[in-house]
Nanobody, 129 residues
């Protein structure tokens, strides 16, 4: 069973930047597709960005395009999310997630929570106006 631990959360002013990390243990991260989700108070957990295991193809939610960048370092077994131009509406708990679903099933469904079977505990991001 893979374990995920997020870090890098905190308080930032609108327009600022933060970088999140997700350290993976228990298996080699290169075997997994990985993603970031977020959940604001009173809202459903929503897809933010994803990256495939081998080719490193990335996907992003429309609301973060041009602002957030997902990346991975397989040698360090770590997933990253660089967040720039942060807005108050980006305030949420951010979660990393993994799946080893075959790519043919994964690609049409990268934004769906049910595709991911391992989750971190989350890290809080608060953006003040």
């Amino acid at each position: 069973q893979v374990q995920l631990v997020e870090s890098g959360g905190g308080l930032v002013q609108a327009g600022g930047s933060l970088s999140l990390s997700c350290a993976v243990s228990g298996d080699t991260v290169s075997a997994y597709h990985m993603a970031w989700f977020r959940q604001a108070p009173g809202k459903e957990r929503e897809f933010v960005a994803a990256i495939t295991s081998n080719e490193g193809i990335t996907y992003q939610a429309d609301f973060v395009k041009g602002r957030f960048t997902i990346s991975r370092d397989n040698a360090k077994n770590t997933l990253y999310l660089q967040m720039n131009s942060l807005k108050p509406e980006d305030t949420a708990v951010y979660y990393c997630a993994t799946t080893s679903t075959p790519v043919s099933l994964y690609l049409p469904n990268v934004r769906m929570r049910k595709m991911y079977n391992s989750w971190g505990q989350g890290t809080q991001i608060t953006v003040s106006s």
